[in-house]
């Protein structure tokens, strides 16, 4: 069975600091393109980091310089470290994997609360 699961969400203080977890079954993992999505209540999903099967990474501006994306392939988990956190972080991340055979798979999402 196909599974993302993701931990690591949270209430945080304008400023502080979360890290994202999300480990993946190994079909899904590995070679796959991975991502961090985000929806806000009233507001579409949306692309907030990702990192190829080379390591390549990509972020949203709303993020770069504040949030880090990584994997750890021994552990088929990969991280979203985020910083300096805002109050429009707010919404439930979703980890993404886009495998090599064009097959998409989801997350059950992740609540990120910051309060001001």
């Known amino acids: 069975q196909v599974q993302l699961v993701e931990s690591g969400g949270g209430l945080v203080q304008v400023g502080g600091s979360l890290r994202l977890s999300c480990t993946a079954s190994?079909?899904?993992?590995?070679?796959?393109?991975l991502g961090w999505y985000r929806q806000a209540p009233g507001k579409q999903r949306g692309l907030v980091a990702a990192?190829?099967?080379?390591?390549?990474?990509t972020y949203a501006d709303s993020v770069k310089g504040r949030f880090t994306i990584s994997k750890d392939n021994a552990k088929n988990t990969v991280y979203l470290q985020m910083n300096s956190l805002k109050p429009e972080d707010t919404a439930v991340y979703y980890c993404?994997?886009?495998?090599?055979?064009?097959?998409?798979?989801w997350g059950q999402g992740t609540q990120v609360t910051v309060s001001s």
């Open positions: 993404n994997s886009k495998t090599p055979m064009g097959a998409n798979y």
């Open positions: 190994r079909s899904v993992f590995y070679s796959a393109f």
């Open positions: 990192i190829s099967s080379g390591g390549t990474t």
